[in-house]
């Protein structure tokens, strides 16, 4: 992993606070459909409008950012694109079967059976499409960009998922 190079000394002068910047634009949403599983109990299919934010807190580099703004929504309006306009799918979920075969998902819980065209699916690595772990996969996925860009002064990520108006999940990763 390369190492940023405009990492500067502790500012000295303004040592006294922390340092933390938030993105959170109309364009950081996506819609998707998704059930959740309760044991031997499984909603219905539905769909939510989502809105994203994202937070981190580090320590300033020699220009004085934690990270540009436009990185940072660049981060998250690509994997919210990626989520846009699908049927999530938990594939870590023991009551859930998932099949892929000639361009379709079927997926299996119980006597329940959706069969998708394999375009309009996203199997996530979680157990179940909730809010939280939607935040905690975005989460991971933006840790990940901010690592491949070397940024090193990241102290903490925190991502939130808002499912509707007034109902948003959060999740927080300390990153050094």
Same mark, same amino acid.
Request: proline letters at 3%.
């Given at each position: 992993?390369? #190492?940023?190079?405009?990492?500067?000394?502790?500012?000295?002068?303004?040592?006294?606070?922390?340092?933390? &910047?938030? !993105?959170? #634009?109309?364009? $950081? #949403?996506?819609? +998707?459909?998704?059930?959740?599983?309760?044991?031997?109990?499984?909603?219905?299919?539905?769909?939510?409008?989502?809105?994203?934010? !994202?937070? =981190?807190?580090?320590? $300033?580099? %020699?220009?004085?950012?934690?990270?540009?703004?436009?990185? =940072?929504?660049?981060?998250?309006?690509?994997?919210? %694109?990626? =989520?846009?306009?699908?049927?999530?799918?938990?594939?870590? %979920?023991?009551?859930? *079967? &998932?099949?892929?075969?000639?361009?379709?998902?079927?997926?299996?819980?119980?006597?329940?059976?959706?069969?998708?065209?394999?375009?309009?699916?996203?199997? $996530?690595?979680?157990?179940?499409?909730? +809010?939280?772990?939607?935040?905690?996969?975005?989460?991971?996925?933006?840790?990940?960009? $901010?690592?491949?860009? @070397? +940024?090193?002064?990241?102290?903490? =990520? #925190?991502? @939130? !998922?808002?499912?509707?108006? @007034? *109902?948003?999940?959060?999740?927080?990763?300390?990153? @050094?």
């Amino acid at each position: 992993m390369a #190492k940023l190079t405009n990492r500067a000394a502790p500012n000295t002068l303004f040592n006294m606070g922390k340092y933390s &910047i938030h !993105v959170e #634009k109309d364009y $950081l #949403k996506f819609s +998707a459909a998704h059930f959740l599983v309760f044991g031997e109990r499984c909603e219905r299919l539905h769909g939510h409008n989502y809105a994203v934010s !994202v937070d =981190l807190e580090g320590e $300033l580099d %020699n220009i004085g950012y934690i990270l540009d703004f436009t990185v =940072l929504k660049e981060f998250a309006e690509n994997h919210c %694109n990626e =989520l846009d306009h699908k049927t999530i799918i938990p594939s870590k %979920n023991k009551h859930v *079967q &998932i099949v892929e075969s000639s361009g379709n998902v079927e997926v299996l819980f119980r006597d329940k059976k959706f069969t998708f065209p394999e375009s309009d699916v996203l199997i $996530l690595p979680v157990k179940n499409c909730t +809010a939280e772990l939607l935040a905690c996969y975005l989460s991971k996925r933006i840790r990940d960009d $901010l690592e491949d860009m @070397g +940024a090193d002064n990241i102290i903490s =990520l #925190k991502v @939130g !998922v808002e499912e509707s108006p @007034g *109902q948003t999940a959060y999740y927080v990763e300390e990153l @050094g």
